[in-house]
């Protein structure tokens, strides 16, 4: 018996939805191998970090809470995925859209008005998708990686945050805290949308949700990105624009970046030094795991917020350190990036000598 | 400014320059075989906690070395094995390399926060390493020498021996070195472990000399730096030398705005600037279409024998 590799001809649809879930699977069992190995309770901690989230009630809105900008950094996320265009660096635009929304707060510290958080949002968003246009106009003009140049912005974007915290925008009643000035209540929404314990942001990554998943699959921007990604060649002899693309992809997504950088703001109430929490990150695992699909990133998002929870559950029951969660969402996405073999590539056995015709065009 | 200090200035910018450089070493030669590996930040959190934890266990920081080296280059076969014998994007897992270190030296860093060890001395004599002037000669740790020995060991491996033209063949035409008998994958697996090797010894630089004790994240986004350096550099062993030290430049002025407050500028603004710079001299460098030195052509694109 051998082992053999045999390329499909298309990727496997059933594949490409059963792989996410074989992942997560994986990383339980190999979760209870590693925290045996480190000496703690395996099964237990592995019981607390991903199901004790979801059977406690009580946990479900520091979930939600979590989920929110994780699912909408990674559907911006997901259409530069496609057309293989690499924003690693959306925590730069996450942090920059948040700075830009606290200074819309700091502006209108003394106001009211419905207009306000409405203009939060749209800064933040704005700030966000300038910030991104960076590494697209350095891609598109110098042909610099855009994978390379949106991460330095990252560290740009943190001193600029630890600048405006300890300086300008610094709270004047802060005891000499990094710290903004509380959002007033005209900046903030309400943390429960009508009682149901629903943070606003979640509804908002749904409505978002909705709206990339009509893009994506019912309009000609949505194909074009898919046409880029697959046959970049082909598709420019349609008629697409690559560089088009760049900017579409890159703008998008830093707006998507910004837009959870304000209801994270909202949800905090302020700037300080914990604001940067890597969301932009591990949106980008949230994005792979959903198969850059609205639907599959809205999923991948609940599952990466219950690891974000569990690992905080886990560190007070069985004693593992805070890192846990940030380990365990790298072997996910190590799992779901080794899996993709399976998507494109059908494994048979054969015996030693079979000489086997590879199966062909009909 | 007097001789002291600009002594001073050049030792500090020697030292911090050379974690940077050991990592972009090694980077440059998994980059010359046709791999990126995006996760040098994340091999260099793995060698530091690595090289901190068995020099404080053991007492022995040769140990300690040698264990970072080993920590960075296992992590560093994850990544291999994903990427060349599975086939796995190059970009994304890079970057699950990078959270991954983040996350595992941080869970095995948390025995040992609050704890210092012995910095990694000077290997000559005292006398000679704290001599007023000749200590910007024989005052460093022996990560300096090593480093600056390795960047031209790799010029002169990459250019003048048979094993780096064919590492180089493969970095350039994959196919045509495979169809000559030369293993395309296995050349690339012992290109990234001495990748990881190095991003380890760089890790461990940090945590053993440049402050001897662990925090998290510690590198700060040096990692980073290294991987923009080989650009820059054009993929050559000369240039990286000196983009090296331009770099450690640019870090020492952090250094010494916070002490000596040139305050025109908030401290922040100059802990951004090697980012700023390091975004601005890749437009440069980039826009100047192969002038610089050009990228192996096959770099980033998987490579699946037939069969």
Redesign the interface.
């Given at each position: 018996m051998r082992l053999r590799l045999e390329k499909r001809l298309e990727p496997s649809h059933r594949m490409l939805v059963l792989t996410p879930v074989l992942s997560v699977l994986a990383i339980m069992v190999l979760g209870v191998i590693i925290f045996d190995g480190?000496g703690y309770e395996g099964q237990q901690a592995v019981w607390e970090l991903f199901f004790t989230p979801v059977l406690d009630v009580y946990k479900w809105r520091d979930v939600a809470t979590k989920a929110a900008p994780l699912i909408m950094i990674a559907l911006g996320l997901s259409l530069g995925n496609q057309a293989k265009i690499?924003n690693?660096g959306a925590e730069g635009q996450y942090i920059v859209g948040a700075i830009a929304a606290a200074g819309v707060a700091y502006a209108t510290q003394n106001m009211t008005g419905f207009w306000i958080i409405p203009l939060m949002v749209i800064v933040g968003m704005v700030a966000g998708a300038i910030y991104a246009a960076?590494p697209a106009v350095?891609r598109t003009?110098?042909?610099?990686?855009e994978?390379?140049?949106s991460?330095?912005?990252?560290?740009?974007s943190l001193?600029?945050l630890?600048?405006m915290i300890?300086?300008p925008w610094k709270d004047p009643d802060g005891h000499n805290f990094p710290q903004t000035a509380q959002l007033s209540d005209a900046q903030l929404l309400p943390r429960d949308l009508f009682d149901s314990g629903i943070p606003p942001g979640l509804l908002v990554a749904l409505i978002a949700a909705a709206v990339f998943y009509v893009v994506v699959s019912r309009t000609v921007f949505g194909f074009s990105i898919r046409a880029i990604g697959e046959a970049p060649h082909a598709a420019r002899y349609g008629g697409f624009s690559s560089d088009g693309i760049v900017w579409a992809t890159l703008m998008i997504s830093g707006a998507m970046a910004g837009l959870a950088g304000v209801f994270e703001l909202m949800q905090l109430t302020r700037l300080n030094l914990g604001f940067p929490s890597g969301y932009g990150?591990t949106a980008?695992?949230v994005s792979?795991l959903g198969r850059s699909n609205p639907v599959g990133v809205f999923v991948a998002g609940i599952v990466l917020a219950i690891t974000y929870v569990g690992g905080q559950v886990a560190q007070t029951v069985v004693h593992?350190?805070?890192?846990?969660?940030?380990?365990?969402?790298?072997?996910l996405?190590?799992a779901i990036?080794?899996s993709?073999?399976l998507v494109?590539y059908r494994i048979r056995f054969t015996l030693k000598n079979d000489v086997s015709v590879q199966r062909g065009d009909a | 400014m007097n001789m002291t200090f600009i002594i001073d200035a050049l030792v500090t910018v020697i030292g911090i320059t050379t974690p940077i450089l050991l990592a972009a070493s090694g980077e440059l030669v998994v980059e010359k075989s046709g791999v990126i590996n995006l996760g040098v930040e994340g091999m260099m959190l793995v060698g530091a906690i690595a090289g901190f934890a068995v020099t404080f266990e053991t007492g022995n920081p040769w140990l300690g070395v040698l264990i970072a080296m080993l920590a960075g280059a296992s992590a560093s076969l994850i990544f291999g094995f994903l990427v060349l014998s599975l086939g796995a994007n190059q970009v994304a897992t890079g970057l699950a390399l990078t959270i991954f270190g983040v996350g595992l030296s941080s869970l095995i860093g948390s025995n040992y926060v609050g704890i210092a060890i012995d910095s990694l001395d000077s290997p000559f004599p005292d006398d000679m390493a704290h001599d007023a002037f000749w200590r910007i000669v024989f005052g460093h740790s022996p990560f300096v020498y090593f480093a600056i020995f390795l960047v031209l060991a790799i010029g002169y491996f990459l250019n003048k021996t048979r094993a780096g033209l064919v590492l180089r063949a493969v970095g350039e035409n994959d196919f045509s070195a495979h169809s000559i008998g030369y293993s395309v994958i296995g050349i690339r697996y012992a290109a990234i472990a001495f990748g990881g090797a190095m991003a380890g010894l760089a890790g461990a630089d940090f945590s053993m000399v440049i402050s001897p004790l662990w925090a998290e994240q510690m590198t700060a986004g040096r990692g980073w730096i290294a991987l923009a350096l080989v650009v820059f550099a054009g993929w050559r062993a000369g240039p990286l030398l000196a983009g090296a030290y331009f770099f450690g430049v640019l870090m020492a002025l952090e250094l010494y705005a916070k002490a000596s407050g040139f305050a025109i500028f908030p401290s922040q603004f100059w802990a951004a600037m090697p980012y700023l710079i390091a975004v601005i001299v890749l437009a440069i460098i980039s826009s100047r279409d192969g002038k610089g030195g050009t990228a192996p052509a096959c770099l980033g694109k998987p490579f699946i024998p037939n069969g």
């Open positions: 480190l690499w690693i960076f350095l003009r110098y042909g610099v990686s994978v390379l140049s991460l330095m912005l990252v560290y740009v001193q600029l630890s600048y300890t300086g990150f980008i695992i792979l593992v350190p805070n890192a846990t969660a940030g380990l365990f969402q790298a072997l996405l190590f990036l080794a993709d073999l494109r | -």
